[in-house]
């Protein structure tokens, strides 16, 4: 007959062994998941930030676009519904005066046949039937006409407001979608800043301080040299006509000098004088810019009507092409394929632009960023 014997327990010994490895695994599993996913360092940082922030301002111009719409749909709305309260008052003026003619054929023994079809609720029916009714008089007829016309007209303009209400409501969902959009790209972005240390942040600051710094002086350097030779009667540069003494402005190397007194010449001016300024999106000065923002003050300065996204302003003026040889101060350098920042050229290589937040109104150089297009206005 076979025994049967109880397995015996694990030893205490070899539990705390199985334990041990267990943790240790675990242990290096979470390791091996941190590794995975490691800090990103300050460059890595700096490239994610400057992707964030070219998302959020593009979610930027499309805010801008929803919020130009939406002001010009709730114009439209206010006139059409003055319109509608008019034509209103205009309809009721004729079925007031269609109601004294049925008054008084009252008091003279009834309502005829004509001014009860006249006073129904479908004009059509009157008209469908009135050669068959021969108490029709012209000046009925004539009435009902006008009653029959002011309706229909009034009709279309209530339809009409309708659409453009629901078209109102459909851009006022863009521009809060637009609103969260950009919201959520800064926050990102402020969330990847903040894993760097203080000194890192301070040293990324510096680096895009400095470049900035670089960029004004090669403007101002520009302009200096434009002066010179302007006072000195020189001849302009190789791409373009010779400098006059009516001349002025910045110039580029193979670039023509913008006329002083011109409109290129204020909007430059006037883009200039806000060296500075902070960027805050959406907004189109005096105290803060966008990149789209800060063309459309300028131009506005110099008594020029841009409208309102850098998308727009792409197709403000004529097309001169990518290369930056062409550029004269004043243009708009338009970059990136789906065209959402801008600039202005001020000569010298350089343009002056709202960068993003956190950046204030500045020099950059021209090809630091992909060029879409350079738009003389």
Not at 45 to 71: H, P, R, S, W, Y
Not at 329 to 347: C, K, S, W
Request: with cysteine; proline share 4%.
């Amino acid at each position: 007959m076979a025994s049967h014997r109880r397995p015996k327990p694990a030893s205490r010994t070899r539990v705390t062994i199985l334990t041990a490895a267990a943790a240790t695994a675990v242990a290096l599993s979470a390791q091996t998941g941190a590794h995975a996913d490691p800090k990103p360092t300050k460059d890595e940082v700096a490239t994610q930030v400057d992707q964030l922030d070219g998302q959020a301002e593009a979610a930027t111009e499309k805010f801008n676009a929803a919020t130009e719409k939406q002001q010009t749909l709730q114009k439209q709305v206010s006139d059409l519904q003055d319109q509608v309260a008019r034509q209103q008052d205009r309809v009721s003026t004729v079925q007031q005066g269609l109601a004294e003619i049925a008054a008084e054929q009252y008091r003279n023994g009834g309502i005829s046949p004509t001014v009860q079809l006249m006073l129904s609720s479908s004009p059509d029916s009157f008209l469908s039937r009135a050669d068959s009714i021969q108490q029709v008089g012209l000046s009925q007829a004539d009435a009902l006409k006008t009653l029959k016309g002011e309706q229909e007209k009034l009709d279309q303009q209530k339809a009409e407001a309708q659409q453009k209400l629901a078209e109102l409501d459909a851009t006022t969902k863009d521009l809060k979608t637009s609103k969260d959009e950009v919201q959520a790209k800064l926050a990102q972005a402020k969330a990847l800043l903040d894993t760097l240390t203080q000194q890192e942040r301070e040293a990324l600051q510096a680096a895009q301080d400095k470049a900035a710094a670089d960029a004004a002086a090669s403007a101002r350097a520009s302009r200096d040299s434009s002066r010179a030779d302007l006072s000195s009667g020189g001849s302009g540069g190789s791409g373009g006509s010779g400098s006059s003494s009516k001349s002025g402005g910045s110039r580029a190397g193979g670039s023509v000098n913008v006329p002083s007194g011109s409109y290129a010449a204020a909007a430059v001016a006037a883009a200039e004088s806000q060296e500075g300024k902070p960027y805050l999106w959406g907004a189109t000065g005096p105290d803060a810019f966008d990149c789209s923002g800060l063309m459309q003050w300028a131009y506005a300065k110099a008594g020029v009507s841009l409208p309102r996204t850098s998308q727009e302003q792409a197709s403000a003026g004529t097309n001169m092409g990518t290369d930056i040889s062409n550029a004269r101060p004043g243009d708009l350098i338009i970059f990136y394929d789906d065209q959402h920042h801008v600039g202005m050229y001020v000569g010298g290589g350089q343009v002056i632009h709202a960068p993003r937040a956190g950046k204030p109104v500045q020099y950059m150089s021209a090809t630091v960023l992909p060029i879409s297009a350079i738009v003389r206005v």
